[in-house]
């Protein structure tokens, strides 16, 4: 069974502050992983990586990609109140032959940013 | 703007009382996918349509089913709700068979009462 693991599943920081969070996965037939961010509403497209080592980035935010050691991590810099949210990271692998790809979610991590 | 609409965005219904959710597109994608988030937990994939071809997860249970009569148009039919079917119902796209990345329209909260 595909698994996808986010850690920490909460982390509370200060406007300001650094944060870096994890994602690991475990999954067969591994085509991208996509990292998404959670207000009251639907999921918002963050990322989509598909190559180890390439780093993205979109302002304070970038996230980069180790296939060799199965994990990737979002970093957000200089942290603001509108961060708050759940990150969501997913996994996208070959379902059994079928011609979509498979999205499974791990958890979510919580961020809360206090002012 | 192009983008995926749901509605309605908060659903009440009763114990056993069919509930139909829609979803709509203006993305021209040819998947659509339907979730089901509940409280603190990552969205579950129900079920895709790739074109009009459709595909339901080994555990969606029998109790959902699903019409995309268009490409723009598709909808989540739960026939007799349970209590434990209250939960966020997302809707995603994704332009095609290997454009990967999938867009979610703002979700229907359904409660059963």
């Known amino acids: 069974e595909d698994k996808v693991v986010q850690s920490p599943l909460s982390l509370v920081v200060h406007e300001g502050d650094t944060v870096t969070l994890n994602c690991s996965y475990e999954v067969t037939n591994f085509r991208s992983l996509l990292w998404y961010k959670q207000e009251k509403k639907a999921p918002t497209f963050l990322f989509m990586l598909?190559?180890?080592?390439i780093e993205k980035k979109s302002g304070r935010l970038s996230s980069i990609l180790d296939k060799k050691e199965l994990f990737s991590i979002l970093n957000i810099t200089a942290t603001q109140t509108g961060d708050s949210a759940v990150y969501l990271c997913a996994v996208i692998t070959n379902a059994g032959g079928t011609s979509y790809g498979k999205l499974t979610f791990g958890q979510g991590t919580i961020l809360t940013v206090h002012p | 703007d192009a983008m995926v609409i749901q509605n309605p965005r908060y659903q009440v219904t009763q114990f056993g009382k069919p509930v139909t959710l829609s979803c709509s597109q203006t993305?021209?994608?040819?998947?659509m996918y339907w979730y089901q988030q509940k409280s603190s937990q990552a969205p579950k994939l129900l079920f895709h349509?790739?074109?009009?071809?459709?595909?339901n997860e080994a555990d969606t249970p029998d109790n959902f089913q699903s019409r995309r009569p268009n490409t723009s148009f598709c909808f989540l039919d739960i026939r007799s709700p349970g209590l434990g079917d209250a939960a966020m119902y997302l809707c995603?796209?994704?332009?095609?068979?290997?454009?990967?990345?999938?867009?979610f329209g703002p979700g229907t909260r359904l409660l059963v009462l």
């Open positions: 995603a796209t994704s332009r095609e068979v290997r454009q990967e990345t999938q867009y």
């Open positions: 349509y790739y074109d009009k071809d459709f595909n």
């Open positions: 993305l021209n994608h040819n998947v």
């Open positions: 598909t190559s180890s080592g």
